[in-house]
T-cell receptor
Framework: EADIYQTPRYLVIGTGKKITLECSQT?????MYWYQQDPGMELHLIHY???????EKGDLSSESTVSRIRTEHFPLTLESARPSHTSQYLC?????????????FGPGTRLTVL | AQSVAQPEDQVNVAEGNPLTVKCTYS??????LFWYVQYPNRGLQFLLK??????LVKGSYGFEAEFNKSQTSFHLKKPSALVSDSALYFC??????????????FGGGTRVLVKP
């Protein structure tokens, strides 16, 4: 198992609430990623970061925001949750370099917005 | 642009029989190719990758994959499937030159069901 952690693992919350999904890794990886996984399985990249103070939008537009103040920490925030945000969110990290570019994933957060 | 196709939504196989999960890719340059497995309520686990060198790559849990440049394929194989291999399998590609930030593109996933 990779040393990448996500909390909470499961979250059920009402519409309009602000939520933050936590992701931390202890591997010293410079790059981190957030993916959204549909009920139909497909993964979509929603945010990524090259390093501290670097964040980029991914391939799928998302109303969430991210920050990267510390190398090991890459939280994702939804200011006002909606039922359309119900999904599984997966965090991953990787290190720069040809032999270390494998992305390692956390266990995921399953979010349900009522 | 880079893309990956997994043509089968589901693969059913009897325990002890060979397992193959298909993947084809498209990139502008040379590809990095990956296979991941996802068990229920878990994140993705890395199985194996191809970067360069030998076209046959061996990975975790007895899995292997063969890179075929002419067919732009990277099929995952296991000689003798176990019931515990039942899971979701994802193929992913990264364009060696053109994909910024180590961005991967994932296939849609293939559900493998191994029956006793």
């Amino acid at each position: 198992e990779a040393d990448i952690y996500q909390t909470p693992r499961y979250l059920v919350i009402g519409t309009g609430k602000k939520i933050t999904l936590e992701c931390s890794q202890t591997m010293g990886h410079d790059k981190m990623y957030w993916y959204q996984q549909d009920p139909g399985m497909e993964l979509h990249l929603i945010h990524y970061s090259y390093g501290v103070n670097s964040t980029e939008k991914g391939d799928l537009s998302s109303e969430s925001t991210v920050s990267r103040i510390r190398t090991e920490h890459f939280p994702l925030t939804l200011e006002s949750a909606r039922p359309s945000h119900t999904s599984q969110y997966l965090c991953a990290s990787s290190a720069t370099g040809r032999s270390t570019d494998t992305q390692y994933f956390g266990p995921g957060t399953r979010l349900t917005v009522l | 642009a880079q893309s990956v196709a997994q043509p089968e939504d589901q693969v059913n196989v009897a325990e002890g029989n060979p397992l193959t999960v298909k993947c084809t890719y498209s990139v502008s340059g040379n590809p990095y190719l990956f296979w991941y497995v996802q068990y229920p309520n878990r994140g993705l686990q890395f199985l194996l990758k191809y970067i360069t060198g030998d076209n046959l790559v061996k990975g975790s849990y007895g899995f292997e994959a063969e890179f075929n440049k002419s067919q732009t394929s990277f099929h995952l194989k296991k000689p003798s499937a176990l019931v515990s291999d039942s899971a979701l399998y994802f193929c992913a590609v990264r364009d060696l030159i053109k994909a910024a930030g180590n961005k991967l593109t994932f296939g849609g996933g293939t559900r493998v069901l191994v029956k006793p």
